[in-house]
């Protein structure tokens, strides 16, 4: 037994050799068919719409604006372009990557491909401040009260789920998502009561906010959106190391000298961060954090260090093509969003929980 093992180990260093190159490859590929998926949607955006920009248009005119090239001759493409086109599109790229990434955090801290930032009570917190501010104050802090209102709940809904949820100074993962949805439940029920209460209009904007939409961005909206996500995204970086490790179980952390508890509530607190600064503008938009996530896991393995950017770019895909046909599906209409990610989300979240089913049913 022991000759034999001493004459197979050398043939298991090719054979390590190829699967490290081939995940190499793989990580490779994967970025840069998503990063170029990214660019040609960005650039499909800025063209497309109910006034039509050429292609070669929006690429001087984005390379115009850092001395690369000649500006437009008509001022009106390059009006459209900046102050319409590229603040939502710059919008969508932010959200979308920060609810993915979002939704990375809360999957490595829970371990489970079924989770997403809507469990900590983030987006329901958020739309009980919107759907107030609506009602009641819905100029106040020149017109900013909305999505102060809708960031500030957001955090504060996901602080009180997780305060709650703290049993000797410990916090367990099944008893998180139980408070989640209690909180939530909570949240549904205050904002359905602003929604019964408000005019009709301020109801309509209340329903239109809940579905997710990027109209009227602008670029101080990106501004302010930009800072509080790059920050976090930092963030998601440096502990994807330590969730890496997490993976492998409580004790194997702690033995390496990771505070399991801090560093699961560092991992929610970044979430909710992410969350809240995503939905302040853009509304409540479902399922990005679920299925960006997954996707990316399928194409890269399990490792946050590249799993978390991966998916940072999967998310800011998904929001633009998203927002692309919501805006061009059907002629001077701006749909929302949301109902373009939960039609893919939707049956992705029934194929994942079908497949964890079998998956139990199977280990048992």
Avoid at 36 to 61: C, E, F, N, R
Avoid at 119 to 129: K, R
Avoid at 134 to 163: D, Q, S
Avoid at 235 to 258: M, P, Q, T, Y
Wanted: glycine share 10%.
């Amino acid at each position: 037994m022991t000759v034999k093992a001493a004459d197979s180990s050398p043939a298991l260093l090719p054979a390590a050799r190829r699967g490290i190159e081939r995940r190499r490859r793989r990580r490779v590929v994967t970025f840069a068919t998503v990063t170029i998926a990214l660019l040609a949607l960005i650039i499909l955006s800025s063209a497309i719409g109910q006034y039509s920009i050429a292609p070669s248009d929006v690429v001087q005119g984005i390379l115009s604006r850092v001395g690369l090239a000649e500006p437009l001759d008509d001022p009106l493409d390059m009006a459209t372009l900046w102050n319409i086109r590229l603040p939502r599109i710059a919008l969508g790229v932010l959200v979308g990557a920060a609810l993915a990434v979002a939704g990375a955090v809360m999957q490595a801290v829970f371990s489970n491909p079924l989770a997403e930032p809507g469990i900590i009570g983030v987006s329901s917190g958020a739309a009980v401040g919107a759907s107030s501010a609506i009602v009641f104050f819905p100029f106040a802090l020149g017109g900013f009260a909305v999505p102060a209102a809708a960031f500030v709940t957001g955090l504060a809904a996901a602080i009180v789920v997780y305060m709650l949820s703290l049993h000797d100074g410990r916090t367990e993962p099944l008893t998180l998502v139980l408070t989640g949805i209690a909180v939530t439940a909570v949240c549904t029920a205050l904002t359905s009561i602003a929604t019964y209460i408000a005019p009709s209009t301020a109801r309509d904007q209340i329903v239109f906010w809940q579905m997710g939409s990027l109209n009227a961005a602008t670029w101080n909206q990106v501004g302010i959106v930009g800072i509080v996500v790059s920050v976090a995204l930092i963030w998601a970086l440096v502990i994807s190391r330590r969730l890496d490790i997490l993976a492998l179980g409580e004790k194997a952390a702690s033995h390496v000298g990771i505070s399991v508890q801090m560093l699961r509530g560092s991992a929610i607190v970044l979430a909710a961060l992410l969350t809240a600064a995503a939905v302040s503008y853009a509304g409540v938009i479902a399922f990005v954090g679920l299925i960006v996530p997954h996707m990316m896991r399928l194409a890269l393995g399990p490792l946050n260090r590249y799993l978390i950017p991966a998916s940072l770019l999967g998310g800011a895909v998904l929001i633009t093509g998203s927002d692309l046909v919501a805006r061009t599906i059907i002629n001077f209409q701006d749909l929302p969003i949301g109902i373009f990610t939960a039609l893919v989300g939707g049956p992705i979240f029934f194929i994942l929980l079908r497949r964890n089913l079998h998956g139990g049913r199977s280990r048992s």
